[in-house]
């Protein structure tokens, strides 16, 4: 299991200029490190998941890709254009987001808790958001690549415009930190590996039968339910920017309520970190 060095945390304290004087208790126990500061301590994690992940979750973003390129072609045969053809490829395309940054995601943390990776972590002088944020940031960052490209390949498959796809530049953050708060805290809470994974794939099936199937051809019950999963908002800013015409104020409403989840949701993750460190 890698993990972050405890030189690259110690390094990044002493660039943020923190106090890097060993500090011990009143009854002669060894110096402790000096604690890293939030942004520094990020970074760290940041870059050490990302060394990570490119060597293991290369592979499987092809996969993400090509599912969601796979479904755009099945559901070519059944949709023609217009409203049902813009949710189709702004679900494909924001599904990629889910697969790595709520499936993985969820997978990663469980197997962290259960083989005590977490215990590595909580030696270290790294504050438990930077954790979070660091892991969930390096998966969400590999989402990228396959989004767009799902995106321009659904686009010219459908025959929708792309003159907005710069659009994608919000959709994948915002939704990514929405998906990968989800993934984390579901990883961490889940009481063993098994059920981790197994909650990562529910998550997932949620995003693509919420996600990429048209809202207008389903029940109302489910239609309800699909406003709860965060990524139906990336999914609705997206499909209003093949719009000859976006109502802007209505995509950047969509955009906003991905990241008020997404706070919302790296705090419970967070807090689910620091539940499950201490057990």
């Known amino acids: 299991m890698s993990a972050v060095s405890a030189e690259a945390v110690t390094a990044g304290a002493v660039r943020s200029g ?3 004087r060993p ?5 002669g126990a060894a110096p402790l490190a000096p604690r890293a500061k939030l942004l520094p301590a990020l970074a760290a994690v940041y870059r050490a998941q990302l060394s990570r992940a490119r060597v ?19 559901m070519r045969g059944v949709v023609d254009g217009g409203a049902e053809a813009r949710a189709v490829v702004a679900g494909s395309s924001v599904l990629v987001v889910a697969f790595v940054a709520l499936n993985l995601l969820a997978q990663y943390f469980g197997q962290l808790r259960a083989s005590g990776g977490l215990d590595h972590y909580a030696t270290l002088p790294v504050p438990p958001a930077a954790v979070v ?3 969930a940031g390096a998966y969400a960052s590999f989402t990228v690549p396959g989004t767009a490209v799902t995106a321009v390949v659904g686009s010219a498959l459908f025959g929708l415009p792309m003159g907005h796809l710069w659009v994608l530049a919000a959709v994948v953050p915002l939704s990514g930190a929405a998906l990968a708060g989800l993934g984390a ?3 961490l809470l889940a009481p063993r590996q098994e059920l981790a994974t197994l909650c990562g794939q529910l998550g997932m099936s949620a995003a693509l039968l919420l996600g990429v199937l048209p809202a207008a051809h389903m029940p109302a019950p489910i239609a309800y339910a699909r406003d709860l999963l965060p990524s139906t908002y990336g999914v609705e800013a997206l499909a209003r920017s ?3 015409r976006p109502d802007w104020a209505v995509v950047a409403a ?7 989840v997404g706070v919302v949701s ?3 993750a967070t807090w689910a970190y620091r539940r499950a460190a201490v057990r």
């Open 56 to 74: 293991a979750r290369i592979p499987l973003l092809f996969v993400a890709t090509f599912q969601s390129v796979g479904i755009m072609i099945m």
């Open 254 to 260: 969509d955009l906003g309520v991905c990241a008020a």
């Open 23 to 27: 500090r011990s208790g009143g009854d």
């Open 242 to 244: 093949f719009d000859a």
């Open 185 to 187: 805290a579901l990883g």
């Open 18 to 20: 923190g106090d890097t």
């Open 266 to 268: 790296l705090a419970a």
């Open 133 to 135: 944020l660091g892991a």
